[in-house]
């Protein structure tokens, strides 16, 4: 079936298989920010924006996308949070293997952006709330969310 | 990759329902998606409902919670109705349910739907009288949650389609609490354990327990309710509470398998029991908590 | 020092964090085909036929393989420097299923999705054989034999019983000394099987290329031995394959083994086209690799005064269906961990045995977290029932400056060992830094009454490479602008080799550290190295660097002396300067510019290093636990950790490889367990049940580092990658008893199983 969305910000028609799901048909049509770690929902390797929304692609079925934006690591390379959340990850040692490290980004990202639902700050347990769905064998989360708090500190500083 | 011939979708309850019914082969609804892509359930179509108007929040004019099936669990963590009926008791059982990609997408009817014994939202909602809404091709069905699930993965629906649940307006003032058991923060449930009480003039007028992942369906524990309900809440002692939360432990029927072992879960409820209801009775506001200690 | 002991920015950092396309399946070749594997439903049977005649009438599927199609030669998966101390008892497809999930028939197709479909219309004749997946059952059962083949491959007891290694090795006589100890202590430990969980699964892309060479595409931590052992198995010229690593999402000794990289070849090069296979989470969790599972006996005789007179470890360990790193982890268990407490009478023995379980091999600390476990709650128990302090006992007994490691002259990779003198060690530092990080000694309120908090505490040694055996090849090249070119085989796999690499090179040469190009392990293009494993990359990789490095300095001096009229020793280069004796100087850019146009010689030089020392980094390690004596929920809520791992390079990429190694530590401490059933099938073979820690599931951690000197190390280096994962599984422990007094024998101290004992000791 043929599907068309918005990806990264273009205008994007897919064919894809009624049960495809939303990693796979990303992955083939080469957007390699979108990795592949279990397909079960649980490691966040795959994890991208729908419609401003972080979801596992692996637990997206590609047809639902139809209609919808779909945000991923290639998306948001010029985006100035993005590079601020890369670069302090950089900096804060966060960056070992790698392999979770867009979908995670992602996931910060998107909390950045949204800030915790419940409103009030983005601090250390809200960090940790948004990322459980990021598993990161290498790293044991410290850098990660050390390079977390680095961002949301420097955005409080009034200028 | 799974094996579906077609993608269906609806664009209203009744269009949803036609289509499940027009064959040929077998059908499935979806909307989050996130339980069939795990699973992927064998079925030649599926029909998907995210556009069927089954996706909204409301609180009716009667004070009733109204949570549409295709609502997101993060939808209903965030929505500021569900943050406020029983003191928030629903986010917060939602906020528990899978990881943040996960309650982007998943949605209330599907934990519902699937019928896990261990369905994260099931044992909030059956403590605040849930009721299922249920629509057919030319009419609409509803019934309490507690006679939703038949057995494990198996509810009253047959080819209909749950287009929401309903809590009523008077469970909004009631105190709940839930603690699901786990070996790891996020984790699928052990021991899912709710308890609301209302209460009024020093006395618990309504009790509910409900439980979870303890029997083939979640379920209430109606002796041990009755135990409670009409109490004076001075008259709750600990030596009360025990025998409560032991007859709470006594009305499930857990299973051994590689998680835990019955006789562990069926202590949990024991333990958990008890201590939501002290956790209601002496509530300083913040009564929820879960995961692992 | 410029840029040793800096935090540099991680060379692949940016790179990696912008989601480029540098794994391994992030890269197509048209054409490519995909491969699955069919796998066994039973624990032992033979394969008698398979008819794939339904699967090849499906459109799209290419070939379907099983054992009478390849060549039987046996040989071992481990990935270990030739010849190998594991058995050859492998095939790439064999006539005998020897576990659930062992390799019956490879399928490739043109589709993941068609090759899926493909397996299930395979039809597979089995002669189904008794199984043994008790390992105590398989030590004893020479009925039932998982490998009857003949001996010439090192089997320890081929066509005998099941014993697929043993060691036993005695210092002094452990039996007389225990008789004259004032107390003797004995207790069983028993460790789980746990799975390394990179989140990368396995990988491979091969093919044939222009010039008929097999190209392999693959996320390994052992570049080099692979192509060996594809030589080997395919029987092609190691000429004829190149293998090339890109970036690895984690490995942590479960891609040592060689897992896919022989299915991909033998396809590419019957199809003549490329071909791909990837591991689901499932088979990850079915047919990679474990860390083995093993029971533990420790008994230590001790005098009141606390003096360890004996102490005896007897493993026994659960291979799996395949005898890779039986001899080595299990060898490791003893070797790396009874030194600790250098006792004058010593007794190791281990037999690890074959089962129809899946299969155990190489995970970080390699057999040592399971001894590091048995010995650390062991010396706690043995300060319990002697009445003394427990860090008291450790410290009068662990092992100090200019020790000599009882153990390894009698013990070494899978044969004799050299003599270990302890050159180096922080280990009395780490203690004091850590027990003032935890608060030794100083108990916590819990917050409620069905809360207790205790503390524990672990020491922990390992090695740096693997003495008189590992070794690795760097070379430099300078280039016109004073940038070198730095060719490496050791293996960055995410733990940042080539950072630490680079920046030793830099420091020697005395420029920029971004003036550094590495390039690493690419078998045709640098030279060789054993690879990712036994903690040897800085250690080992690191002195060819800096010996390479040292030599092109040396013709940089010996090209300018004469035209400075100077000594060449009397030129210093630093700050990306050569400077000489009577104001002269110049750029590095200038140096290399003369060098290349006027001296005309290219500055370039490659060197070897092996090591006859492993010097040992310590670990000291503490955990604050709170326990719910109503539920046995254990929450650790502070871990330190204080390594001595000689010089830290990169402070902040040894504090990462800490901190996740406790990561690690704490999931085999507290939920991580691969289920059996009785027939050997996986129960939880997904991360849904498979549970690995999440960012809420670790604990406020504390990492110190302590500095050391060690002589033999590139700029004092030791290795920091192992060693903090032995400690934090026992620290749990021991904590968990100091809490509630409870002693979990066995791990992973379940919510549930401490719950039980809870309710034993109540009884």
């Known amino acids: 079936m043929n599907i068309s969305f918005n990806l990264n910000g273009s205008a994007t028609n897919l064919e894809v298989a009624p049960g495809e799901s939303l990693l796979q048909a990303l992955r083939a049509s080469r957007v390699f920010s979108v990795k592949l770690g279990c397909e079960t929902g649980d ?31 290639e998306g948001l390379l010029g985006d100035d949070l993005m590079i601020r959340l890369q670069t302090e990850l950089v900096e804060h040692g966060a960056v070992q293997c790698g392999y979770c490290i867009p979908g995670l980004l992602i996931s910060l990202y998107a909390l950045v952006k949204q800030g915790p639902s419940c409103g009030g700050e983005i601090d250390e347990e809200v960090i940790r709330h948004a990322l459980t769905g990021n598993l990161c064998r290498c790293t044991g989360y410290v850098k990660p969310v050390e390079a977390a708090r680095a961002v949301v500190a420097a955005m409080e500083v009034p200028k | 990759m799974w094996n579906l011939q077609e993608y269906r979708i609806a664009s209203s309850p009744a269009e949803a329902v036609a289509l499940m019914r027009k064959g040929p082969g077998k059908g499935a609804y979806i909307a989050g998606g996130t339980d069939m892509l795990l699973e992927h359930p064998a079925c030649d179509f599926v029909v998907d409902v995210n556009n069927a108007g089954i996706g909204d929040i409301a609180r009716t004019p009667g004070g009733d919670l109204f949570l549409g099936a295709a609502a997101t669990l993060q939808g209903l963590v965030d929505n500021n109705f569900v943050r406020e009926f029983a003191g928030g008791a629903i986010s917060k059982s939602a906020s528990q349910c899978g990881n943040r990609p996960v309650r982007s997408t998943a949605t209330v009817g599907g934990n519902l739907c699937n019928a896990l014994p261990s369905a994260d939202m099931a044992p909030v909602l059956l403590a605040l009288d849930a009721t299922c809404y249920i629509a057919d091709e030319d009419c609409q069905e509803s019934l309490p949650l507690t006679d939703f699930f038949v057995g494990p993965r198996m509810t009253v629906l047959e080819d209909r389609l749950l287009v929401g649940v309903a809590l009523p307006g008077e469970c909004a003032g009631w105190r709940c609490a839930a603690h699901k058991l786990t070996r790891t923060a996020e984790d699928i449930s052990l021991v899912q354990v709710a308890v609301s009480l209302g209460m009024d003039d020093g006395k618990i007028q309504e009790a509910r327990i409900a439980l979870g992942a303890v029997s083939p369906v979640p379920m209430r524990a109606v002796l041990a309710e009755t135990m409670l309900a009409g109490q004076e809440i001075t008259a709750v002692t600990p030596d009360v509470l025990r025998d409560v939360a032991t007859i709470a432990a006594g009305e499930c029927d857990p299973l051994d398998d590689h998680r835990a072992s019955a006789e562990y879960r069926r202590d949990m409820v024991n333990v958990l029991t008890r201590r939501l209801i002290t956790r209601i009775l002496t509530d300083d506001g913040d009564n929820m908590e879960g995961g692992a200690a | 020092m410029k840029v040793v002991g800096k935090n540099v920015t991680k060379i692949d950092a940016f790179k990696l964090a912008r989601g480029e396309p540098v794994f391994t399946d992030d890269f197509t070749r048209d054409g490519m085909l995909y491969a699955k594997v069919l796998r066994s439903p039973h624990p032992h049977a033979r394969i008698l036929n398979v008819d794939a005649g339904a699967a090849l009438k499906l459109e799209g599927v290419v070939d379907v393989i099983w054992h009478r199609d390849v060549k039987p030669i046996p040989h071992t998966r481990a990935g270990q420097s030739y010849p190998e101390p594991s058995p050859y008892d492998t095939l790439i497809l064999g006539p005998k299923a020897r576990f659930i999930g062992d390799r019956v028939a490879v399928v490739v197709a043109e589709s993941v999705a068609l090759a899926e479909a493909a397996l299930d219309k395979i039809v597979v004749e089995y002669e189904e054989l008794p199984a043994l997946t008790d390992m105590d059952e398989a030590f004893t059962n020479s009925e039932i034999l998982i490998h009857e083949e003949p001996d010439p491959q090192g089997i320890s007891e081929a066509g005998k019983t099941n014993i697929a290694a043993r060691i036993d090795k005695e210092v002094g006589d452990v039996d007389a000394a225990l008789k004259t100890c004032d107390l ?18 396995h990988i491979s892309i091969a093919w ?6 097999l190209i392999v595409r693959t996320s390994t931590q052992v570049p080099f031995h692979l192509r060996r052992m594809l030589a080997q198995i395919l029987e092609i010229p190691e000429a004829r394959i190149r293998v090339i690593k890109p970036r690895v999402g984690g490995g942590f000794g479960d891609k040592q083994e060689l897992v896919v990289e ?14 791909r296979l990837e591991f689901t989470r499932e088979e990850e969790l079915i047919a990679a690799r474990y860390r083995h599972p093993q029971r533990i006996t420790m008994t230590t005789g ?32 003893g070797q790396k961990v009874l030194p600790m ?20 091999g190489a995970f970080r600390g390699y057999g040592a977290p399971q001894g590091c476990f048995a010995l650390e709650c062991h010396i706690d128990e043995v300060a319990r029932e002697l009445g003394m302090d427990r860090l008291e006992l450790r410290l009068k007994n662990h092992i100090k400056l200019g020790d000599t490691d009882p153990l390894s002259a009698k013990l070494g990779e899978g044969k004799e060992g050299l003599v270990r003198v302890v050159n180096s060690t922080g280990l009395d530092k780490a203690i004091e830094l850590g027990c003032e990080a935890i608060g030794w000694g100083h108990e916590k309120e819990p917050s409620a009454t069905h809360l207790k908090r205790g503390l524990g505490m672990a020491l922990a040694m390992q090695g740096s490479g693997i003495a008189g055996v590992d070794w690795g090849g760097a070379t430099v090249k300078l280039n016109d602008d004073g940038s070198v070119n730095l060719a490496v085989g050791a293996t960055d796999i995410g733990q940042g080799s080539d950072t630490v690499l680079a920046q030793m090179c830099a420091e020697e040469l005395g420029i920029p550290y971004d003036k550094v190009i590495i390039l690493s392990s690419d078998t045709d293009l640098t030279p060789f190295d054993v690879g990712a494993y036994a903690s040897s990359t800085t250690y080992i990789s690191g002195g060819a660097v800096v010996k390479a490095a040292a030599e092109v300095r040396g013709q940089l001096a010996g090209v300018l002396g004469p035209h400075w009229e100077c000594e060449p020793d009397a030129i210093v280069f630093a700050d990306g300067m050569a400077t000489g004796p009577a104001g002269k ?8 510019l003369f060098a290349l146009y006027q001296a005309m010689i290219q500055p370039m030089a490659t060197a070897s290093h092996m090591s006859n020392d492993s010097p040992p980094p310590f670990a000291a390690q503490f955990a ?8 046995g929920q254990v929450h650790v809520r502070r871990f330190v950790s204080a390594v001595d791992c000689g010089t830290p390079i990169h402070p902040i990429m040894v504090e990462g490889q800490i901190e996740g190694a406790v990561a690690q530590g704490l999931g085999y401490a507290l939920f991580e367990e691969v289920l059996l059933d009785r027939t050997g099938r996986v129960l939880n073979p997904n991360f849904l049940d498979y549970k690995i820690a999440s960012s809420l599931d670790v604990p406020d951690m504390v990492t110190i580092l302590v500095e050391t000197d060690e002589p033999t190390g590139p700029y004092g280096a030791k290795a920091a990658g192992e060693v903090p994962i032995d400690g934090p599984a026992p620290a749990i422990v021991n904590a968990i008893c100091d809490a509630v007094g409870v002693r979990m024998y066995r791990i992973p101290a379940t919510a549930e199983r401490v719950w039980r004992g809870l309710k034993e000791e109540t009884r």
């Open chain 3, 585 to 592: 100087s110049m750029t590095m850019g200038e140096v290399a």
């Open chain 3, 184 to 201: 003797v202590v004995t207790r069983d430990y028993h460790l789980p099987r746990v799975q390394a969980s990179h989140i990368e699964p």
């Open chain 3, 262 to 275: 022989d299915l991909v070849g033998v396809l590419a090069l019957r199809t003549g086209r490329p071909v």
């Open chain 3, 624 to 631: 604050e636990v709170e326990v719910d004596t109503e539920t």
């Open chain 1, 43 to 73: 490691c966040g390797s795959c994890t991208v924006l729908l419609d401003g929304q972080p979801v596992n692609s692996c637990m997206v079925v590609a047809a639902r996308v139809n209609g919808s934006h779909v945000t991923t690591m």
């Open chain 3, 341 to 360: 407490y250098p006792a004058a009478n010593i007794h190791f023995k281990m037999d690890c045995v074959y089962t129809n379980n899946p299969i155990s």
């Open chain 3, 208 to 213: 044939v290329d222009e010039d008929q060479r």
């Open chain 3, 302 to 333: 001790v005098m009141k005064d606390g003096t360890i007179v004996a102490n005896r470890m007897y493993v026994l360990a659960d291979t799996g269906a395949y005898g890779s790193h039986a001899l080595t982890v299990q060898g490791n268990t």
